[in-house]
């Protein structure tokens, strides 16, 4: 049970590329969210899966897509990179239990934006 | 609007016990959590609280909940140099859609030294 991946660890980009960005949890969860971590800031939603086949927006959504064609993968995609999207990415899996939500988070993956 | 506040950084000896504040907006947030991120990882819920509880306990953890001043603290016991993480409160926030996200906060750093 490797719990949530994430793939890559580490990515150096320059402004105007794209990338995927990929997170796979086991644990058969519906729910799933993709957060980025700056400084001093927390957490912050980007986008976030309600089940497979279903993506929705968070608190700071532009400059992503996302896709969750399978239950357990949900992907984040750059189409053009920009500097101000420097920071850590973290992908998320939830589980309700007994009205307590937990959420499974992956070891994220570090993008730098030159 | 949702928000969750807590100070950025806490130094501690070891062997002395930490206390993490934590203050939110959501009164009708049934549950509220600790999350820890360990140096180059992804978050781990560490210990949560039932908003009818004032009090929660579990080993070195204490958790205590003040919903009239809406203000959350973590004791942390006998602090190791292990315990040296972030430490992210997070409250249940709402989606559209019915659904629900957590709103972390901006995490406190604690450093433990000899």
């Known amino acids: 049970n490797a719990g949530v991946t994430q793939t890559p660890k580490f990515r150096v980009l320059k402004t105007g590329q794209s990338m995927t960005l990929l997170c796979a949890q086991d644990m058969n969860h519906e729910y799933m969210y993709w957060y980025r971590q700056d400084p001093g800031m927390g957490l912050r939603l980007i986008h976030y899966s309600v089940g497979e086949g279903t993506t929705a927006k968070g608190e700071v959504p532009d400059g992503y897509n996302v896709s969750r064609l399978k239950k357990q993968n949900f992907l984040l995609g750059l189409e053009s990179a920009a500097p101000s999207q420097t920071s850590v990415y973290f992908c998320a899996s939830r589980l309700r239990l007994a009205g307590v939500d937990t959420q499974y988070f992956g070891p994220g993956t570090r993008l730098t934006v030159l | ?114």
């Open chain 2, 1 to 114: 609007g949702e928000d969750v506040e807590q100070s950025l950084f806490l130094s501690v000896r070891e062997g002395d016990s930490s206390v993490i504040n934590c203050t939110y907006t959501d009164s009708s947030s049934t549950y509220l959590y600790w999350y820890k991120q360990e140096p180059g990882a992804g978050l781990q819920l560490l210990t949560y609280i039932f908003s009818n509880m004032d009090m929660k306990q579990d080993q070195r953890l204490t958790v205590l909940l003040n919903k009239k001043d809406k203000h959350l603290s973590l004791r942390i016991a006998d602090t190791q140099t292990g315990d040296s993480a972030i430490y992210f409160c997070a409250e249940i926030g709402a989606l559209s859609g019915g659904y629900n996200k957590l709103i972390f906060g901006a995490g406190t750093r604690l450093a433990v030294h000899p």
